[in-house]
């Protein structure tokens, strides 16, 4: 099992950027692939971004161009850079982690999750 716990969440406005941090134990991320979600009030949890153990990145249309996924390997972390952030993007943001190789934007493929924190974006 791997346990994840994200950092870095709060408030900012429109057009802002957070750093986002989703520090592992328990195992190490060296082989896994780490990604991102996030989850508004009523709405499904939503693809972000992921990164492979390869470093290979893949990025939701809407994000790609203004967020950046990185991990340290040497640190068992992974971020999320957000830029010019946008009142829409306000969610619950999770970080979680899996084994697979396969092409997926699916939650429900991703077998660890950690507890999310928030981003609010707003004036």
């Known amino acids: 099992q791997v346990q994840l716990v994200e950092s870095g969440g709060g408030s900012v406005q429109p057009g802002g950027s957070l750093r986002l941090s989703c520090a592992a134990s328990?195992?190490?991320?060296?082989?896994?692939?780490m990604g991102w979600f996030r989850q508004a009030p009523g709405k499904e949890r939503e693809f972000v971004s992921y990164i492979s153990a390869g470093h290979r990145t893949v990025y939701a249309d809407s994000v790609l161009g203004r967020f950046s996924i990185s991990r340290d390997n040497g640190k068992n972390t992974v971020y999320l850079q957000m830029n010019r952030l946008k009142p829409e993007e306000t969610a619950v943001y999770y970080c979680?982690?899996?084994?697979?190789?396969?092409?997926?934007?699916?939650?429900?493929?991703?077998?660890?999750w950690g507890q999310g924190t928030q981003v609010t974006v707003s004036s």
């Open positions: 328990g195992r190490t991320i060296l082989t896994y692939r």
């Open positions: 979680t982690a899996d084994q697979s190789n396969r092409a997926t934007r699916r939650a429900t493929d991703f077998g660890s």
